[in-house]
């Protein structure tokens, strides 16, 4: 047996060399861009997946973010009302008590209750300060009053803010007494 080739297709018919180098050329480009075409995809794909994680994490920080800043602004506003407390008590602490303004009030109307001729007709008491509405019927009582005031009264500044004479009643007079 000889190994002889028979070819029966006709010799128009045979596909030239030059058009099977093309498309040798264009099978083989075709595989390179396939390659590429997929490699392209799993990179688009795993880049979709590693933002798409990313983008998780930081919306998770910023809820946590935004958890932190309203607990925060919570905590200001209770350090404010702290501080506005505190203000108040150190002011409190600094100004005289209406206790002590009591207690010299009560020592005032025992220096007045000794003299007949003198009386307090009104009594107004603040934290600082103490308004007093006295009567006089003579000169005399005046100036045994003034003394009185200036013996008992504790404070820093006494201002005589009237002064005033009534035929049928006597000397009338208005002191404020502050710190």
């Not at 002064?163 to 710190?179: A, D, H, K, Q, V």
């Amino acid at each position: 047996m000889i190994n002889k080739k028979i070819n029966l297709i006709p010799s128009d018919l045979i596909v030239p060399t030059k058009v099977k180098a093309v498309k040798a050329f264009f099978v083989k480009v075709n595989l390179i861009l396939s390659v590429i075409l997929v490699i392209s995809l799993l990179g688009a794909v795993g880049a979709y997946f590693y933002f798409s994680l990313e983008l998780k994490k930081s919306t998770s920080a910023v809820a946590d973010l935004k958890t932190i800043v309203t607990s925060l602004e919570k905590s200001e506003q209770k350090l404010i009302l702290a501080k506005d407390k505190l203000s108040k008590i150190s002011k409190l602490k600094k100004s005289k008590s209406i206790y002590e303004n009591l207690s010299q009030v009560k020592n005032l109307t025992s220096a007045f209750l000794s003299s007949s001729d003198v009386g307090i007709t009104e009594i107004n008491i603040d934290h600082n300060k103490m308004e007093i509405s006295a009567f006089s019927k003579t000169s005399n009582s005046l100036a045994f009053m003034f003394s009185k005031l200036v013996e008992v009264a504790g404070f820093k500044k006494v201002v005589l803010s009237s002064l005033g004479f009534n035929p049928s009643f006597g000397y009338t007079s208005e002191i404020l007494f502050s710190n």
